[in-house]
């Protein structure tokens, strides 16, 4: 390869570079090759050969001599003068010359000169702005620059620099190393289109094959990481930055120069060469083609190093291959030496007979099995003895992945970007196996990182070109680099390897694969690859195409990766039939002949169980006594727990507020769940202890007969056959119960997602697919599908069923998240113990055992064809077993530690010692991860007859962790167990039961055992908090997926428990760092929490050797200065003292170790895999494949970064991973959705053993609460006030009356009390037959005036009312929701109509939907709208209702209770809202298919009155129009039936009272259908002939039972009523009031004769809504629209008065003051029942002191008789004409009783007072008179007081 004697020119030099170069690379983040090669071999070569190349050779030679690796030439730069700047980026004039400030500056350059950037060491970022002279620069082929150098200063205009020296300290280069301007001085410096200064073309310093060079890296590193700094640079497709994690939105910004822009200039001169040169055969860098070019040379070079070689000098000479056509940068690719695009596969097939024969006996011979990586071309076919040679596609896969671009780039031109070359994967793949270390093997993923990083390098320029509006770039320089060609990929590839030896070896010379690989078998027979990892074959095929495979032939290597191509289940079966056939015996004969020392049967006949006994203390079965440390806490929910659960319960609401309506949460009255969990015997008892101990059982009521465990067991099923009934149950009990809400919780989730059509006949896989995805849960409106998970990446890809937005991640202490909980535990988890490994403070919790390594590699070398795991597991039960023996075979086996591990022995030294030193026996439990079933029972087996052949059998149990077998404890340490529980009975399990035996690993607490855990992978076992050690060195090494590698370390995650009063004398706080636990793992179902001081934990004590230490030396012996030690159990005794429990606190280990999580071992490939950080600052296991159901989408994706949080981790798998064929989801993008997302389903994902289990049953909890919360609802629950009324002893109906008697009810005396609770605070009303009580009322309003109303939570009935956010199935048609009526189905009509009292015609607006046009009469012609229809009275329909329901509302579209459906059961009713103006598009929205009343625009600020006015005018006017087009049918006018319903929008539900036909009695109350109780109270005979018919309002207290009741008594009705609208014609509503318009009207309907009866067996249930309403007007000025406070006597004013106006309506102010302010205004009456106020035909509320006495001045009118009774004021308010003054002389006053008189205006006011003659009896002041605080323009009103003469 090359002339040889060349090689020992500069050989040590050569050497250094060569060697730090390539491990400098090879050991950065980015690996990719560096141009030492061609910096070394390759630039004299292609320089042309002349009489300056010897000139420009020795100052080049002299540059790489300071550039190189050997220490730089010293260099003490002159001092700057005193008092210039020395600031970076300065000159020393202090003028800027940083090209981002200069770039728009206008500057002028001498003729002959040229701007040049300059870099800068000290501020790398910039490029600062010279003026060079040309002479002193290279052309465009990097010649003719003269020596020397002549530049001004640009930034204070200094000229005459003659030297580069002077130059560098005026512009503050501050230079370590000698100045050099052909290190400094780096680019030209252009103007763009724009003017703009910016950066050009890298300045050529070193020939042709130089620019080439730089070219190239400038075109990777991009314009802003150009450092050109020659050997430092990365050799093709190189640059320093780490390209990967730029996003392309950032490629845009960082090119400078635009496609198609004019030609750049620098300054005022444009060089001639620069814009039209020649270069034939030299084309663009091809894409992944590095800057080597194979320029002509004439001669040879003057320096011909080793490796040169002849067949690169000349182009011509390359056999020319076809390329397909391509075009780069717009332009055709005119290289035929090397291919643009790399074609796998595509050589012709192998001719008959082309095969290559598999030598015999080759695993026996070489002792390994070579594995063959796939490449380019075909690989030949294998024949012979193929069971010693694995064939991987692997590598091909790789190299095809390569090739498949982002799609994104693609869309930017018309031709796609170029993938690497053929020639560049080989060359990469040879420089990533160079940098392997001996021990480890290869990963594809490392390598596609490679190409990725590389094919980004090189292309970044295309790509940026691609994203710019213009088809065409130009090129920045004349010419480009060549491509790297086939001819010079052999030698390149063989000059790489030369650092490492032979542990990779090129073979370039055989014609064919099938020769190269026969040669590569004779090698391997003949020994002589001993010592070679890697053979790489390298060949041209016929086609001239390049072939290309890699034959793994380290042992190392192919074992590791012989066992990485096997599955699990196959790994299994491997292992069951090795150690079945025998073919371990040979391994077992091995230990055996290792002398003495080996054979540990003939160990165990020296060591007798006397001997053994030595320095342990015997067991005893005496009583002893108890440790008061004991405590067990894992069941106790936490403050995190919860919060987790209502964020279930917040996305759960969320689903049913969502507008898909797929969750209808209002139409549940109950939960029901199942919990599945893997076939694990341990995790299914484990998940049923923390369900009976949640409490969840009898939150839901379902453990009403005093649940057992084992009653408990039938809401967790295992995931095996026996989960199909118990699920098909559930699908069944579903479909009957359609108001139970069933959740499916899916515990440990990602442990099954096999499809159930790919399970191959195994009943074990898919049945989670099967069962869970099935049509009849997907479909089922009422279940809900919980997965729980600690590594959620197997339902995180592009097909997954579960929406993002429905996932809950565990809140994360990285983003100090925790501590919004108030939580006092701190979690311990794989983070953290990877922290532990570079915190530097004692021995890391995370560590491998290297004398096990060792041990283990030498065997595995020997024995090639037995698995790993089961030389791993020998060796391991050899140290156990010697272990053993060494600490309990006495002193005559002392001699055997030097055959064991440090860590081993340490940790059986730990377990047989911790118990002797508590009094209890209290130990350590010691995890032993074998996942083989069959070696772990070999294990076991093992260690249980060395233990009882030692007499240890009493000392520790050993425990076989066995997922599909029950726990098994022996009798001696069950009855040890038990003694523990009983200390901690009251407060832990209750468990009364003398059998009791664990079921679960939690149960074993402070047992001394080892537990061998077995099973493929971790199934959600939760392990105690007394694990001390977790041994995980025999898991697999090359499981390289990161689900696989997390659940192993998951096992040791930790709980530990803080205090918050730590002392202020304890130790230093601890190292354990937080970190996101939502970074590296994401969730089990595990729950458990252990109980530990964090403030006092302490990596250092965390170690084994710290067990080894006396407690003196490490445990304080003063309790006050003990921080670590928790406080006296509350458990102990009144007596126990501190002084006694602290030495129990400090003999017992087990308490003390509370606080320390466990420690872990890990074969060393694990840790190695786990501890490497990749270039996001992460381990480099969280890059791999998240588990081994799923593949990545491109090799070009990014890494996930450090600061991701695990939704931003959860978008990156969703994005970059997809299922495969077998996984469950593969199959869910073909069912034809857009999103593929199940819309009730939800995933939890959280750290392993954080506790998930107690949360999501926590919201098991809350969901049954909150949905019996919203089946409930507050009802004012209040007793009637003013009810001691004298009882009138005579009935006027019986107590069975269904109906009232018109008679009876017209001699029934009116009752002019209210007893309603909402009117406690307004005038009593004046009645004979009422005497109040004095402390009645006044007691209560004083206690209770900042109290709410009372309510009680009372469950929705079936025939309740709703509001807009119930919407079950059977409301959808009813609310307007379904397609057949759509939101824009109603139509707008206007309705007119005139009354005598506005003055004016009435215009209404009713939107009327299609779907009720039929309630409506039209006109024949127009379609005008012209009548309400109404029923005749004769009219019966037990599925109608005749009455219209009019509900007037404001402010409450959502809350308003207006769906009235269920309270209908269905029957067709009228049901009409009245809104205002304002509101009428919100109304609409929200209530589509109801008819809409609109009051006209001049009630927008009206209150409860007006609306109620409007109702019952519009309500007789269209009764008029119905009798008339009814007469036109020949009805009679009274045949049209009268009654319409005034509703309030919060009657929610109604009741009626039974009353028992023998006795009378009433019975209890029951909930029945608003239609019901209209059809029975319609149905009353001569119901006609009634003004007002209504009921009671429901109180607890108000239907008692046992009592006999008038059934019917005439009175105040409020809130439902049905009114008359032609008895009440004369009778109407004012439509000025506010408040207490129902009391006003009742009285004035009374007064007119109307009958009013109430129906004292019906009730109505009102809901409290706190939002809209009547009642919310807000008084505030007109200055302003922020609510101010406002005193009541502010609301009125002196009329012409300076006063602040409010914004307010005038009557409801006139009514708030009357209100507050009426005992100052009728002093008499405060207080003063039997001196009532009079007030003439109106009821207005003077306040809760003042008593009302209510007179109506029409004839004829009913009153009560005022004879004798001195009234103590007189309230006149809008005087009509029956008001005369021989009607007030008819009434007696007091002496200085208060007259008010209320008018609309002050003419009025003076009118009335001289028309009724007030000024005879009355006095008046002129300071009397007053108005509401209105403007002028708001028509105030004006009232005027006076004294009674």
Not at 717 to 738: D, F, H, T
Not at 923 to 950: D, E, F, K, Y
Request: proline fraction near 7%.
């Amino acid at each position: 390869m090359g002339n040889s004697h060349t090689g020992h020119l500069q050989s040590t030099r050569f050497e250094e570079m060569l060697h730090n170069s390539i491990e400098a690379s090879l050991r950065s983040n980015t690996v990719v090759p560096r141009p030492v090669f061609s910096r070394l071999y390759l630039e004299a070569e292609q320089r042309p050969y002349s009489n300056d190349a010897g000139r420009l050779d020795e100052e080049d030679d002299e540059e790489d001599g300071s550039d190189s690796n050997s220490p730089p030439i010293p260099y003490q730069m002159k001092p700057p003068p005193e008092g210039s700047c020395t600031t970076d980026g300065f000159c020393q004039a202090g003028k800027d010359l940083r090209l981002s400030s200069m770039a728009t500056e206008s500057l002028e350059v001498p003729p002959g000169f040229l701007f040049v950037g300059a870099k800068s060491p000290s501020v790398p970022d910039h490029i600062l702005v010279c003026a060079v002279d040309l002479r002193f620069l290279p052309d465009e082929c990097g010649r003719n620059a003269l020596l020397g150098f002549s530049g001004n200063c640009i930034g204070c205009g200094e000229k005459g620099f003659r030297y580069f020296t002077e130059f560098a300290n005026h512009i503050n280069l501050k230079l370590t190393t000698q100045p050099k301007k052909q290190k400094y001085l780096k680019y030209h410096l252009l103007r763009n289109a724009q003017g703009l200064l910016v950066k050009g073309p890298a300045i050529c310093w070193k020939g042709i094959d130089g620019r080439m060079r730089h070219s190239v890296s400038n075109i990777a590193a991009g314009p802003d990481e150009q450092s050109g700094n020659g050997p430092t640079d990365l050799l093709p497709n190189s640059s320093h930055t780490t390209l990967s994690t730029i996003n392309h939105t950032d490629l845009n910004t960082h090119l400078h120069i635009s496609e198609g822009s004019p030609p750049l200039t620098n300054g005022s001169h444009v060089p001639g060469p620069q814009q039209h040169v020649s270069q034939t055969g030299v084309v663009a860098n091809g894409p992944g083609r590095p800057a080597i070019g194979s320029m002509s040379n004439s001669g040879p070079p003057k320096k011909r190093h080793k490796g040169w070689s002849p067949e690169s000098s000349a182009p011509t000479d390359v056999t020319p291959r076809p390329v397909p056509n391509s075009t780069t940068n717009g332009t055709k690719s005119a290289d035929s030496g090397a291919s643009g695009c790399l074609s796998l596969g595509s050589s012709p097939p192998l001719a008959p007979g082309e095969h290559v024969t598999v030598p015999d006996h080759l695993l026996q011979t070489c002792g390994l099995r070579p594995v063959i990586f796939k490449g380019h071309g075909t690989l030949p076919q294998l024949s012979g003895n193929l069971g010693d040679v694995l064939v991987s596609g692997l590598l091909q896969k790789c190299y095809r992945s390569s090739q498949n671009l982002p799609r994104i780039y693609e869309q930017y031109g018309t031709a796609p970007i170029q993938p690497i070359s053929t020639e560049m994967q080989i060359l990469l793949t040879v420089y990533y196996l160079v940098q392997l270390a001996p021990d480890q093997a290869p990963q594809m993923e490392d390598l596609e990182q490679i190409f990725m990083r590389s094919w980004r390098e090189s292309h970044l320029t295309e790509i940026r070109q691609y994203q710019q509006t213009h088809p065409q770039f130009p090129p920045p320089l004349p010419c480009l680099a060549q491509p790297l060609t086939p001819s010079q990929l052999p030698w390149l590839a063989k000059l790489a390897t030369s650092s490492c030896g032979e542990g990779v070896l090129v073979l370039d010379t055989a014609p064919s694969l099938v020769e190269a690989l026969e040669d590569t078998f004779h090698r391997l027979v003949e020994g002589r690859l001993n010592r070679t990892h890697y053979v790489v074959i390298i060949c041209m095929n016929r086609s001239q195409e390049i072939e290309s495979c890699v034959v793994v032939t380290g042992k190392h290597q192919t074992r590791a990766l012989s066992e990485s191509l096997l599955s699990p289940n196959d790994c299994s079966r491997e292992i069951a039939h090795e150690l079945s056939s025998g073919s371990v015996a040979e391994l077992a004969f091995y230990f055996s002949s290792l002398g003495p020392d080996g054979d540990v049967e003939t160990l165990l006949e020296k060591a007798s169980p006397e001997s053994s006994a030595c320095g342990l203390e015997p067991s005893r079965d005496s009583p002893k006594p108890t440790c008061a440390e004991y405590c067990v806490e894992w069941h106790e929910i936490r403050p995190i727990q919860l919060a987790v659960a209502r964020k279930l319960l917040s996305h759960v609401c969320a689903i049913a507020d969502s507008s898909t309506q797929n969750l209808d949460l209002g139409s549940f009255d109950k939960v029901e769940f199942l919990i599945c969990v893997p076939p694990s015997e341990v995790t299914f008892h484990q998940v049923v202890l923390h369900l009976w101990n949640s409490g969840v059982l009898r939150e839901l009521g379902l453990d009403q007969d005093c649940l057992s465990l084992k009653d408990a067991e039938q809401y967790v099923v295992k995931l095996n056959q026996s989960a199909v009934g118990k699920i098909n149950s559930l699908i069944q009990k579903s479909k009957m119960y359609p108001y139970t809400l069933f959740i499916l919780v899916h515990d440990h989730a990602h442990s099954d997602i096999s499809s159930g059509q790919y399970s191959g006949g195994d009943s074990r896989l898919g049945l989670v697919d099967s069962l869970l995805n099935c049509r009849q849960i997907r479909d089922a409106p009422n279940i809900v599908t919980l997965h729980v998970t600690s590594f959620p990446f197997a339902f995180q890809t592009q097909y997954t069923r579960i929406s993002p937005y429905n996932e809950i991640h565990w809140p994360s202490a990285f983003n100090n998240d925790v501590d919004l909980y108030n939580e006092k535990t701190k979690y311990f988890g794989v983070s953290e113990l990877l922290e532990t490994t570079r915190s530097g403070s004692g021995l890391p919790l995370l560590r491998y055992d290297s004398s096990f390594e060792s041990m283990a590699a030498a065997l595995e070398e020997r024995f090639p064809k037995l698995q790993s795991a089961v030389i791993r597991t020998h060796v391991l039960i050899q140290h156990y077993s010697l272990a053993l023996m060494a600490t309990a075979g006495g002193q005559t086996l002392q001699a055997l530690q030097k055959h064991i591990s440090v860590e081993t022995l340490e940790m059986i030294q730990c377990l047989l010692t911790t118990t002797q030193r508590c009094t209890s026996r209290h130990g350590h439990m010691l995890l032993l991860r074998i996942p083989s079933p069959a070696l772990a029972a070999l294990a076991h087996q093992r260690l249980c007859h060395v233990r009882n052949r030692l007499g240890l059998h009493k000392q520790f149990e050993i425990i076989l962790g066995d997922p599909a077998a029950a726990l098994t404890v022996e009798k001696h340490f069950l009855d040890q167990l038990r003694r523990f529980i009983l200390v901690y009975l009251q407060a832990w399990l209750k468990i009364l039961d003398p059998d009791w035996a664990p079921r679960t690993y939690l149960e074993l607490e402070a047992l001394p055992c080892i537990l061998i855990l077995t099973g493929l992978d971790p199934l959600g076992e939760s392990l105690p908090r007394s694990l001390k050690y977790c041994d995980l060195r025999v898991i697999s090494c090359w499981s390289l997926q990161r689900t696989a590698l997390e659940q192993e370390l998951g096992l040791a995650a930790y709980l530990l428990k803080a205090k918050a009063d730590a002392p202020h004398g304890s130790h230093m706080p601890s190292d354990l760092s937080e970190s996101d636990p939502e970074k590296l793992s994401s969730t089990d179902n595990e729950e458990e929490e252990v109980v530990v001081d964090v403030n006092s934990a302490s990596l250092g004590n965390a170690s084994p050797t710290a067990t080894q230490r006396p407690p003196s030396d490490w445990t304080p012996l003063d309790p006050e200065k003990q921080p670590n030690q928790r406080r006296q159990s509350k458990s102990t005794s009144s007596g126990s003292s501190s002084s006694w429990a602290s030495p129990l606190r400090q003999c017992c280990s087990w308490a003390r170790n509370l606080s320390r999580p466990p420690v872990v071992l890990l074969p060393k490939a694990v840790y190695d895999l786990i501890t490497t950080v990749d270039s996001s600052g992460l381990p480099k296991s969280t890059s791999f494949l998240p588990l081994s159901s799923v593949e990545w989408v491109s090799s070009f994706r990014p890494l996930l970064s450090k600061m991701m949080t695990c939704t931003e981790q959860s978008l990156y798998y969703r994005q970059w991973t997809v299922p495969k064929p077998d996984h469950m989801d593969s199959s869910n993008r073909a069912e034809g959705r857009s999103d593929n997302f199940h819309p009730r389903r939800l995933l939890l994902s959280g750290p392993p053993q954080v506790g998930k289990t107690g949360a999501y049953l926590q919201f098991l909890g809350i969901l049954s609460r909150m949905l019996i919360r919203l089946m409930e609802v507050d009802i004012y629950d209040e007793e009637d006030i003013n009810c001691n009324c004298e009882t009138d002893l005579v009935r006027y109906h019986q107590p069975v009356a269904s109906w009232p008697n018109t008679e009876a009810v017209s001699r029934m005396p009116f009752d002019y009390i209210i007893h309603d609770p909402k009117y406690d605070d307004i005038s009593t009303i004046y009645s004979p037959d009422f005497s109040p009580n004095a402390d009645d009322g006044k007691s209560r309003r004083q206690d209770d005036v900042y109290l709410r109303r009372r309510t009680t939570r009372i469950k929705l009935s079936k025939y309740a009312a709703y509001n807009t956010y119930h919407h079950c199935e059977q409301c959808h048609q009813y609310m307007g929701f379904t397609k057949q009526y759509q939101l824009y189905e109603s139509t707008l009509h206007t309705f007119t109509f005139s009354h005598l009292l506005l003055g004016e015609e009435i215009q209404l607006y009713f939107i009327i939907p299609k779907s009720k046009e039929h309630h409506f009469s039209f006109s024949q012609s127009g379609g005008q709208l012209e009548s309400m229809r109404l029923p005749l009275t004769s009219d019966w329909n037990p599925d109608t209702i005749k009455s219209p329901i009019f509900t007037p509302t404001t402010g409450r579209h959502e809350h308003g209770l207006f769906n009235l459906y269920h309270a209908m059961e269905g029957a067709a009713h009228l049901h009409i809202l009245v809104i205002k103006e304002y509101e009428m598009a919100v109304y609409k929205k929200y209530w589509p298919n109801h008819i809409i009343l609109v009051l006209p625009t001049i009630f927008n600020g009206a209150g409860i009155g007006a609306a109620h006015f409007l109702i019952k005018e519009l309500s007789f006017h269209n009764l008029e129009l119905e009798r008339s087009r009814r007469g036109e049918h020949g009805s009679r006018p009274q045949d049209v039936w009268p009654f319409i319903i005034l509703a309030d929008d919060s009657c929610v539900m109604w009741n009626s009272v039974d009353v028992d036909p023998k006795s009378g009695t009433t019975g209890a109350e029951r909930n029945v259908s608003l239609k019901q109780v209209l059809q029975h109270m319609e149905s009353s005979p001569d119901i006609t002939r009634y003004g007002l018919c209504g009921m009671r309002k429901w109180s607890s207290c108000g239907g008692e039972a046992g009592h006999q009741k008038e059934p019917f008594s005439r009175g105040h009705l409020h809130d439902f009523l049905l009114l008359n609208v032609d008895l009440t014609q004369n009778v109407q509503y004012n439509q000025n009031r506010f408040a207490c318009d129902d009391v006003d009207f009742n009285l004035r309907a009374h007064s007119a004769g109307l009958l009013i009866c109430r129906f004292n067996n019906f009730s109505v249930m009102k809901k409290q809504i706190a939002i809209g309403g009547y009642g919310t007007f807000i008084i505030k000025t007109k200055m302003t629209d922020v609510p101010t406070t406002i005193q009541p006597s502010q609301y009125i004013c002196a009329p012409d008065s300076k006063h602040l106006f409010l914004a307010t309506p005038a009557q409801l102010l006139l009514e708030k003051y009357l209100q507050h302010t009426s005992h100052r205004l009728f002093p008499l009456s405060a207080r003063n029942y039997s001196h009532p106020v009079l007030s003439v035909d109106c009821y207005l509320n003077l306040g809760p002191e003042v008593t009302v006495c209510f007179v109506s001045s029409r004839p004829h009118s009913i009153n009560i008789s005022t004879t004798g009774l001195l009234f103590s004021g007189l309230l006149l308010y809008f005087c009509d004409s029956f008001v005369t003054p021989g009607f007030l002389k008819k009434f007696q006053f007091l002496k200085g009783a208060t007259l008010c008189v209320i008018c609309p205006n002050r003419s009025s006011l003076r009118q009335t007072v001289v028309r009724l003659e007030l000024e005879d009896k009355w006095r008046f002041r002129l300071s009397d008179e007053f108005q509401t605080a209105n403007a002028k323009e708001d028509q105030p009103l004006f009232f005027l007081t006076g004294k009674h003469i």
